[in-house]
């Protein structure tokens, strides 16, 4: 089973600057056929599901503002959020979709500081 | 517009069973795959099933294998998760989720309790 481990487990940055979450996968996301990376990432709000910002590791899911981007390759990826706003305060998960059972990060939690 | 919605949720009692049921609508449903994610009180996202678009191929997280049961019904546009022999661990809001391999779209979730 593949396991992800995101780092930090929580953050806080001040309004405007940016925000960086890492994820980490115990083996290759990669898959050689397609050179896709089966990694996704989602924000989780209280009271409300989770949303989808970031699949393939950095194709922005429609209506997402382009202040989240998603990076990386094989083992390790990132999400950015480069200026920060006040709405973006949730809980952010990254994903592996490339075996079952399909996996996600322990979740990390941004506050504004 | 894409609509997943859930039901069947409430107490049950450790050892029980509960059936639940999502009703997807706005999207062809007989398309895609589709999953069961839950989260426990003030803990993280759990995947804990899915299956695919004609119902003919299933997965399961190891802790519920052999006691939870995904299923579908095309013609209806509802997914189904038939959770049998019910732990207190398991107490959680279980969402319903439509899949183009990442997790797409999201039901509001429906709360399972399971408590004596």
């Known amino acids: 089973d593949i396991v992800m481990t995101q780092s930090p487990d929580s953050l806080a940055v001040s309004l405007g600057e940016r925000a960086t979450i890492n994820c980490k996968s115990s083996?290759?996301?990669?898959?050689?056929?397609?050179?896709?990376?089966?990694l996704a990432w989602y924000q989780h709000k209280p009271g409300q599901p989770p949303k989808l910002l970031i699949y393939?590791?950095?194709t922005r899911e429609s209506g997402v503002p382009d202040r989240f981007s998603g990076s990386g390759s094989g083992t390790d990826f990132t999400l950015t959020i480069s200026s920060l706003q006040a709405e973006d305060v949730a809980v952010y998960y990254c994903?592996?979709?490339?075996?079952?059972?399909?996996?996600f990060g322990q979740g990390t939690k941004l506050e504004i500081k | 517009e894409v609509q997943l919605v859930e039901s069947g949720g409430g107490l049950v009692q450790p050892g029980g069973s509960l059936r639940l049921s999502c009703a997807a609508s706005?999207?062809?449903?007989?398309?895609?795959?589709m999953h069961w994610v839950r989260q426990a009180p003030g803990k993280g996202l759990v995947w804990v099933s899915r299956?695919?678009?004609?119902?003919?191929?299933?997965s399961y997280a190891d802790s519920v294998k052999g006691r939870f049961t995904i299923s579908r019904d095309n013609a209806k546009n509802t997914l189904y998760l038939q959770m049998n022999s019910l732990r207190a661990e398991e107490t959680a809001v279980y969402y319903c989720?439509?899949?183009?391999?990442?997790?797409?779209?999201w039901g509001q979730g429906t709360l399972v309790t399971v408590s004596s």
């Open positions: 989720v439509s899949s183009h391999g990442y997790l797409a779209q």
């Open positions: 706005g999207f062809t449903f007989s398309s895609y795959w």
């Open positions: 299956i695919n678009n004609d119902g003919t191929s299933t």
């Open positions: 083996q290759s996301v990669l898959y050689s056929s397609n050179n896709k990376n089966y």
């Open positions: 393939w590791a950095s």
């Open positions: 994903q592996q979709y490339y075996s079952t059972p399909y996996s």
